[in-house]
């Protein structure tokens, strides 16, 4: 038989090296971390980044994992199984939060909502599964907008649309918003999708820690923020709570 293929295993190596790390690598950690020679370890991040595999920080020259890496990883990974092992999560985060909670994933450009879990009171409410969200404009679409750069572009190629005057329409100002949910780790919206109303998400990682869906909770403005409008920390606490057992159950980050 053959032997393997030096190379492969060597982008094999970058790859579970980029998946594993808390933010970018730069060319120096990568090559010293698995004993490479930079000029080896520039050929084939360049190769990665060609195929879309890893992406490099146009300020930091830093990489990290690449959104055709994200899409091709997650492609084991269907809605009804993300949508099964999120459910043991779902009810109790809605139980403690006291707010409805709903799992989101990319499906056409928009926010597929696989599961929900009613708001535990008596008011009604009417089931949100199936529903397609505006990625700019909720607290899930951000997570996954977050870790999409693919998905990220065609949102601004499209001029997003401004549900309310407080909707993120701006590249600019999106552009930052996504990086400050990649730095804290889940994205909260107040009144951009819907007059009154808020969330607060945070991502479901799949194997390798690759971002494959959202969980958050939704609900009025005065119970889900704070007096002067700052999203409850207690209700962040839960959802990323939430979100690391998920991840947990799909084989992802223990982050």
Avoid at 84 to 111: F, M, Q, Y
Avoid at 147 to 172: G, K, N
Avoid at 180 to 202: H, S
């Amino acid at each position: 038989m053959p032997g393997s293929v030096q190379s492969i295993e060597r982008a094999a190596a970058i790859l579970r090296l980029l998946a594993n790390s808390s933010g970018r690598l730069g060319i120096g950690e990568i090559s010293r971390s698995l004993d490479l020679a930079k000029g080896t370890t520039h050929g084939i991040l360049r190769t990665l980044q060609a195929v879309g595999f890893i992406e490099q920080d146009d300020v930091s020259g830093k990489y990290q994992l690449g959104a055709a890496l994200l899409h091709l990883g997650t492609s084991y990974l269907d809605v009804n199984e993300l949508r099964s092992r999120s459910i043991n999560w779902a009810d109790p985060l809605a139980a403690r939060s006291g707010e409805a909670v709903r799992i989101g994933t990319i499906l056409d450009g928009k926010v597929l909502v696989v599961h929900h879990v009613f708001r535990p009171d008596d008011t009604f409410q009417t089931l949100d599964v199936g529903s397609l969200l505006p990625l700019h404009a909720c607290a899930m679409g951000k997570v996954l907008l977050a870790y999409d750069a693919a998905a990220t572009r065609v949102v601004l190629q499209a001029e997003p649309e401004p549900f309310t005057r407080r909707t993120i329409v701006r590249s600019d100002q999106l552009v930052r918003a996504l990086g400050q949910v990649r730095e804290q780790g889940w994205a909260a919206e107040v009144e951009e999708m819907t007059p009154g109303e808020a969330g607060i998400a945070a991502p479901i990682r799949g194997y390798g820690g690759l971002v494959v869906g959202a969980i958050g909770v939704s609900g009025l403005v005065e119970r889900l923020c704070d007096s002067k409008g700052r999203p409850n920390q207690t209700l962040v606490s839960y959802v990323r709570e939430a979100a690391r057992a998920v991840s947990r159950d799909l084989g992802g980050s223990r982050r």
